[in-house]
Every structure is written in C-alpha cells, then in structure tokens.
C-alpha cells in the first residue's frame, strides 16, 4: 500500500466532511437567524403550522380572566321608557355567554381563560350625546370611578368596564357599531368598550362577544396580533376581525366566532359549526387613529 497516497487521500476526505459540515452549520444558522427577524420577536400564538398561524403574540399584556362590568348609559334605560331589550335582558344573556365555553378557544392564546360579569349599573341622571366619541365615553367612566358608582379595577386589573348605549346613539362620524380601548387613571391603565344599541338582543350580544374576545386578546395593541396580509387595509387586526361573519349561538345567545390557530378557522366554542365563515381576509374591524390608541368595530 502506498503510503503517501493513502495520506492524501484521507486529508481529502477530512477537507470534504469540514467544508460539508460548514455548508450544514450556515445554512442552520440562516434559517435560524431568518426565523428570528420574522415577525420583528411576534412569537407564533397557539402552536399552529405556519399556514394556519394568522395570530402572533406581541409581547403585550393580555386579560387572563376578564372581569366585565356593563354600564348602561342614560335614561333610555328606564323602565318608563320601555326599552328593548332590557338592561336585565342584556346582562342576564351576557353572564350567560361567559358562563359557557365560549372563550375556551382563547386559551391558546397566553393561557386567557373564562371571564364572568363582574356586575352592572345603569346610570339615567345623563344622556350620551347623541354623537358621541371617545372621549366622552372615558370622562364618563372617570367621573364614575371618581364617584364610585362603580368599582374599581380589580386587583389583578383584568376589569372592562362596558357601556351599552341606548337606541338612537352612535358615534361621532365613523360609523363603527362598538370599540374597545384604554385610558390611564392615576397611573393605571382602565380597559373599557362600548356598544351601540339596534334594539336587537342579539346584535348587541354578538357586539359584546366581539369586543370582549378582543379585549382579552389585545388590551392595549401590543398582544395578539395578526400577521401581514390576515387583515386587508390599516389598522389593529385583532382574532375577532377576520370571523365577523362567523355567527351562532351559544347555550341560546348570539355570539361572533374569532380566529383559532390551533383549528385554523373561525369558531365558536359552545356552539354547532358558525353560520357563516369568511372566504377571505377582511378589512379590520379595527382602526387606530394617527397618535391615539383606538379600535373601533364595525
């Protein structure tokens, strides 16, 4: 056997499995490093496949048991006035919903579990403007809390304080139907929504569902968000946005199906199969006006 030979031969093959072993090690730590610029840190939500991952967590907080308590503004509340439905109608089919699985869904989703309604107060000594804004719903809620007709967030801060608004009010030019927001009071963030009222029951509870999945999703537009391209046009694209014509019921109340990355479609936990399903990515139900935090939902 030639020595010499067999010598060049076997640094050949170390000089191969080295450049090999290289090329495997670059090609790792490009697809890791490509991995890691995906999303700009969003980490998938839910443990789905890529192609059903349309939700990524952000990193902001989310409302592991929201705690909602509905306020119901102005005098169209009254019994006098005889409204439809009821202060008590909507509330009783409110605490209904939350005590069922609708929200189980959510649990892929940071570990948000099943909230309750926390309680509710109807305040008639005002009216809401007839259009109404942002604004007005937050000094409303303020002078509330400053009052202490209602209570204050709870310990963990998981409270959303819901107005419902009586028939024949809307906001101020948008046309949006309800929206979820924030506030800061004295250094504490104060999660609320509002809802308009059709004088439909189950136009108002499918509103409730709406903006409380989102409020425990995404708070304060920084938790779980959608991907580019699952929402068409700007704004927050939050899990409720891309279902909104995913409706059913649940133990007999009207609620709206949100995103499932785990199932990769719209559902609605509690319920037979939703009515309806979108075909394709919607325009957010969402928007956030140029410096203010805001998701309002059509």
């Not at 809802?195 to 537009?221: C, K, M, Q, Y």
């Not at 919607?282 to 203010?292: D, E, M, N, V, W």
Request: with cysteine; proline share 6%.
């Amino acid at each position: 056997m030639n020595t010499s030979s067999h010598g060049s031969v076997t640094r050949a093959a170390a000089t191969i499995a080295t450049a090999f072993a290289l090329l495997c090690s670059s090609v790792a730590l490009t697809a890791s490093t490509a991995a890691d610029q995906s999303g700009s840190g969003a980490r998938p939500a839910g443990g789905a496949s890529t192609g059903q991952t349309k939700f990524v967590d952000n990193h902001g907080p989310v409302l592991h048991r929201p705690q909602l308590h509905l306020i119901y503004w102005g005098s169209g509340w009254l019994p006098q006035a005889a409204p439809y439905p009821t202060a008590e109608q909507v509330t009783a089919a409110v605490r209904i919903m939350l005590a069922s699985n609708y929200l189980d869904g959510l649990a892929q989703y940071g570990g948000i579990g099943r909230g309750e309604v926390r309680g509710s107060t109807v305040f008639a000594s005002t009216d809401p403007p007839v259009d109404f804004t942002d604004d007005h719903i937050e000094g409303f809620i303020d002078a509330l809390l400053d009052a202490g007709t209602v209570p204050g967030p709870d310990a963990d801060n998981q409270t959303v304080y819901g107005v419902v608004l009586p028939a024949g009010v809307g906001a101020e030019g948008s046309g949006w139907t309800a929206e979820h927001n924030y506030f800061t009071r004295a250094g504490q963030r104060i999660r609320y929504a509002w809802f308009t009222n059709a004088g439909n029951l189950a136009a108002i509870t499918r509103l409730v569902s709406h903006e409380l999945v989102e409020s425990a999703t995404d708070p304060e537009g920084s938790g779980i968000l959608g991907v580019q391209g699952t929402c068409q046009g700007s704004g927050w694209c939050e899990v409720s946005d891309i279902c909104m014509s995913s409706l059913a019921e649940v133990d007999g109340v009207a609620v709206q199906g949100y995103w499932s990355n785990r199932d990769g479609a719209c559902v609605t936990p509690g319920s037979g199969a939703p009515a309806t399903t979108p075909g394709k990515p919607r325009r957010p139900s969402t928007h956030r006006r140029p410096g203010l935090p805001g998701w309002e939902a059509t």
